[in-house]
């Protein structure tokens, strides 16, 4: 079971404390690693710590420094929730508290339905992960939820809608990027945003480059979101979503959230996730070095017209926002074919080592055609304003040898003349 209060004897580093807090292994009849406690419900010690853990869930009193509030019901939290939530936050840069979820989809869902309420506006740069458009459109419209899209590399209009928007709940960013990896200037909208009068929070989907390359918080930013689905996880087998953040407050909203909306991560799906955490450094660093070798080896083939990745970077104002909050290029890389959308199928159907998948981040590289798959849904209008040509291919390098996936781009990019 977690130790609630569970902060390790001294400061340690975060490879160390991803190891070191959050568990008690004498919680665990001796346990080295946490087991899975499956129950739907909790036990009360007594009516009174049912009655008080019920006061703390429906927020009418806070926790006493020290106190062990009880376990109630799992849709409200586990064990493993709690394990896991203990687990990440060293991860993350300042972050203090994390909240769990059963999907990237579901955290983000949650986020927006906390802090924006009917009638509201938000700001959010372009382009967003498929699923969040299809959120904003589909769901968020129709509730009088209103989105203010601006193109990410564009800082100055960003930081205008930020400042401007009237009745503003939040500002949601991504960056890099899905699938041409253009960023964003996440210090600029974060100060932005601290300068209106009402408190706004700034929240990123920093799914492609964090925890390992890329810190939002120490910017200034609120809130932190990740598809676990991808990197935290990294065997493209679970889904899941986490939240973190600098203020606990923020993070318990949204955990009250979850409760309702019953989207919180099972326990077996914790478990696993928490076993993935102390290689999330490992696994990151191996593939982004994997994918500047193999990148900046393929961006000169006659074959490739344009070939995205941050450090093939040209444009100054990228390069910029690059520097100042990047600190390795990471494992995503799209290029665009001479030939095409024909091109680019003939390009999928000849790989032998990456195979042709949506999805990203797993420690097996995957290759995918956006305009026809996870970018279906855009307009011809969108696709040509989000650069998503016809012949753009999109890569998620994994831990293979990259002399191997070397080869095996070089081999179907040869084939195609
Ligand atoms: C995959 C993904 C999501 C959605 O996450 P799920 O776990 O599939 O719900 C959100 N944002 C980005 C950037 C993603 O890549």
Redesign the pocket.
């Known amino acids: 079971m977690a130790v609630r209060e569970g902060r390790p004897p001294y400061v340690v580093r975060p490879s160390t404390a991803v190891l070191t807090r959050g568990f008690d292994p004498r919680l665990s009849v001796g346990s080295a690693r946490p087991a899975v406690f499956r129950s739907s419900t909790y036990v009360f010690s007594s009516p009174e710590a049912g009655e008080r853990a019920f006061a703390v869930a429906l927020g009418r009193s806070s926790p006493l420094e020290g106190e062990n509030v009880e376990l109630i019901y799992s849709r409200l939290s586990h064990p493993n929730a709690e394990i896991l939530e203990d687990q990440v936050v060293p991860l993350e840069r300042d972050a203090t508290s994390a909240a769990v979820f059963n ?4 955290a ?1 869902s949650t986020i927006f339905l906390t802090f924006c309420p009917p009638g509201s506006h938000f700001v959010y740069s372009t382009p967003v ?1 498929g ?2 458009q299809h959120l904003i459109h589909q769901v968020l419209e129709p509730l009088g939820i209103h989105g203010v899209g601006v193109p990410a590399q564009d800082t100055g209009a960003l930081v205008a809608a930020i400042r401007s928007t009237p009745g503003l709940g939040l500002v949601f960013l ?1 960056t890099p990027a ?1 699938p041409t990896l253009v960023m964003c200037d996440l210090e600029a909208c974060a100060r932005a945003a601290a300068g209106r009068s009402e408190r706004t929070l700034v929240v990123v ?1 920093n ?2 480059l964090g925890p390992v390359f890329q810190s939002p918080l120490p910017l200034g930013l609120d809130l932190v979101v990740y ?4 990197f935290l996880g990294g065997h493209s087998d679970i ?3 986490v939240v973190l953040g600098r203020d606990p407050e923020l993070i318990g909203t949204l955990r009250g959230t979850r409760a309702v909306l019953g989207n919180i991560l099972q326990p077996d799906e914790c478990w696993i996730l928490d076993s993935r955490l102390p290689t999330v450094d490992l696994r990151m660093v191996r593939q982004s070095k994997n994918a500047q070798r193999v990148a900046e080896a393929l961006a000169g083939h006659p074959q490739i017209v344009r070939f995205c990745y941050p450090s093939l970077f040209r444009d100054p104002e990228q390069v910029r926002i690059r520097d100042a909050q990047v600190r390795h290029p990471g494992s995503m890389f799209s290029f665009e074919l001479r030939g095409g959308k024909a091109a680019a199928f003939d390009f999928l159907r000849r790989l032998t080592i990456a195979r042709n998948a949506v ?3 797993g420690v097996e590289t995957l290759a995918c055609h956006p305009a026809s798959t996870t970018h279906a849904e855009l307009s011809p209008e969108e696709l040509t304003t989000n650069g998503i040509a016809p012949g753009l291919v999109r890569v998620s390098i994994g831990v293979e040898d990259y002399r191997d996936l070397l080869d095996d781009f070089r081999r179907a990019l040869d084939a195609l003349s």
């Open positions: 999907s990237g989809m579901a983000i992960y699923g969040t991504e899905n989907d799914t492609f598809s676990a689905t991808k889904l899941a979503g999805s990203l981040g």
